[in-house]
């Protein structure tokens, strides 16, 4: 009996929480304007989501990428008839080849830019 009652506090809990109370909505972000962001992996599912959002609140952003000229056309294609406050920019970055990753941070460093925010998404 001891089981089935927590199982059943277990389920009550989970109606509250999920349908009474209903899930609160995220709070606004404020404005990126001024930060440098680095991603690896934006090409492609969370990491282009977060891109997109990232780029609309005003960051710089900088991906690594394993194909950098398909992802700067998708991103070209997605702002195209947006004003946007932000910026993009894609670097080739293979995490699989170890030379890759050094010329990639090499690149990031000649940037002379700091980076505010780093996301490790690949």
């Given at each position: 009996w001891f089981k089935i009652y927590l199982n059943?506090?277990?389920?009550?809990?989970?109606?509250?929480?999920q349908i009474l109370r209903r899930p609160r909505s995220l709070p606004?972000?404020?404005?990126?304007?001024?930060k440098t962001i680095l991603i690896t992996g934006g090409g492609r599912g969370?990491?282009?989501q977060a891109v997109k959002?990232?780029?609309k609140?005003?960051?710089r952003v900088i991906m690594g990428c394993r194909s950098p000229e398909v992802v700067k056309k998708k991103f070209d294609?997605?702002?195209?008839d947006?004003?946007?406050?932000?910026?993009?920019?894609?670097y080739h970055l293979d995490l699989m080849s170890l030379s890759s990753v050094r010329t990639f941070a090499q690149t990031i460093i000649a940037l002379d830019c700091p980076i505010h925010v780093?996301?490790?998404?690949?």
């Amino acid at each position: 009996w001891f089981k089935i009652y927590l199982n059943l506090i277990g389920a009550l809990y989970i109606v509250k929480e999920q349908i009474l109370r209903r899930p609160r909505s995220l709070p606004s972000y404020s404005s990126q304007s001024g930060k440098t962001i680095l991603i690896t992996g934006g090409g492609r599912g969370i990491g282009e989501q977060a891109v997109k959002k990232l780029v609309k609140l005003g960051a710089r952003v900088i991906m690594g990428c394993r194909s950098p000229e398909v992802v700067k056309k998708k991103f070209d294609d997605t702002f195209k008839d947006h004003a946007v406050s932000g910026s993009w920019e894609v670097y080739h970055l293979d995490l699989m080849s170890l030379s890759s990753v050094r010329t990639f941070a090499q690149t990031i460093i000649a940037l002379d830019c700091p980076i505010h925010v780093l996301i490790n998404n690949a």
